[in-house]
């Protein structure tokens, strides 16, 4: 059983950063793929990065390509997102999510485990 739980998500300007982070439980964390998704209001889960294994490849949605970074600490047991010139539409919850296959995918239910999620709310 792997435990996800997020970090860092608060009220920002349009334009601001910040950055998330998600600390894994267990010795297995470098064997999970990682990602983040985000849910807005009255909207579905969707997909914003993910991680390989060893860190090697990153996949982004576009909506927020060249704006946000994933990154991992296999050490520390911990992924990072790290968003910047953020945006109101980037206004959600932010989730964590592992998978044990070493292939980034952007679907819900590919993904094993899941953090609780922490709000981002962005202000205009």
């Known amino acids: 059983q792997v435990q996800l739980v997020e970090s860092g998500g608060g009220l920002v300007q349009a334009g601001g950063s910040l950055r998330l982070s998600c600390a894994a439980s267990?010795?297995?964390?470098?064997?999970?793929?990682m990602g983040w998704f985000r849910q807005a209001p009255g909207k579905e889960r969707e997909f914003v990065t993910g991680?390989?294994?060893?860190?090697?490849?990153?996949y982004y949605a576009d909506s927020v390509k060249g704006r946000f970074t994933i990154s991992r600490d296999n050490a520390k047991n911990t992924v990072y997102l790290q968003m910047n010139t953020l945006k109101p539409e980037d206004t959600a919850v932010y989730y964590c999510?592992?998978?044990?296959?070493?292939?980034?995918?952007?679907?819900?239910?590919?993904?094993?485990?899941w953090g609780q999620g922490t709000q981002v709310t962005v202000s205009s």
């Open positions: 991680i390989s294994w060893s860190g090697s490849s990153t």
């Open positions: 999510a592992a998978r044990w296959h070493n292939r980034v995918v952007v679907t819900t239910t590919a993904y094993d485990y």
């Open positions: 267990g010795r297995t964390f470098r064997s999970l793929t």
